[in-house]
T-cell receptor, first 111, second 114 residues
């Protein structure tokens, strides 16, 4: 199956800072999802982004499918942004496959 | 907005016992998924279920596990003879939109095996 690597594994920032999280994947995919896992363990959908760029408030994401990576940008961080950010792609690249997740980036925003 | 629901939110069981975890996926979609997350680790795919049959399963999904759709709305994951290492959060997921495969996750069931 496809391998997913995320970086950095941990990130500590002050409130108001900007950050970029990266997701690399080992083969072609036809979809990619970003999730935020909050302190209660819930997986919150952030973006469904097979390619291109999307923005939602202070968050944006870019996927460059041909180069097999995606970036998640968080601007003007708030303490509520803390948690683990996961990237996930279909197990074998496409269709309605189960998702393979990266190990996540653990983000801590300090007041 | 439609959502995936799961019950119970937390289950404690003794090693060797059977547990059944329940999910009500977003309606009107044929694909359903189960995942697990051991504390502090990444989310791992277990099994996908399409049109009342297993579509795909991972290496983790061995004979100890089974999935069923006992009625038109519920979707269950059964773990026979639980082991300590089965302690994890179990998530159910389903797509919401007919146009794509974006998966939405339930709140999870935290299983603790003693």
């Amino acid at each position: 199956g496809i391998q997913v690597e995320q970086s950095p594994p941990d990130l500590i920032l002050q409130e108001g800072a900007n950050s970029t999280l990266r997701c690399n994947f080992s083969d072609s995919v036809n979809n990619l999802q970003w999730f935020h896992q909050n302190p209660w363990g819930q997986l919150i959908n952030l973006f469904y982004i097979p390619s291109g760029t999307k923005q939602n408030g202070r968050l944006s994401a870019t996927t460059v499918a041909t180069e097999r990576y995606s970036l998640l940008y968080i601007s003007s961080s708030q303490t509520t942004d803390s948690g683990v950010y996961f990237c996930a792609v279909p197990y074998s690249g496409g269709g309605a496959d189960g998702l393979t997740f990266g190990k996540g980036t653990h983000l801590i925003i300090q007041p | 907005e439609p959502e995936v629901t799961q019950t119970p939110s937390h289950q404690v069981t003794q090693m060797g016992q059977e547990v059944i975890l329940r999910c009500v996926p977003i309606s009107n979609h044929l694909y359903f998924y189960w995942y697990r997350q051991i504390l502090g680790q990444k989310v791992e795919f277990l099994v996908s279920f399409y049109n009342n049959e297993i579509s795909e399963k991972s290496e983790i999904f061995d004979d100890q596990f089974s999935v069923e759709r006992p009625d038109g709305s519920n979707f269950t994951l059964k773990i026979r003879s639980t082991k300590l290492e089965d302690s994890a959060m179990y998530f159910c997921a389903s797509p919401q939109w007919a146009r794509d495969n974006e998966q939405f996750f339930g709140p999870g069931t935290r299983l603790t095996v003693l």
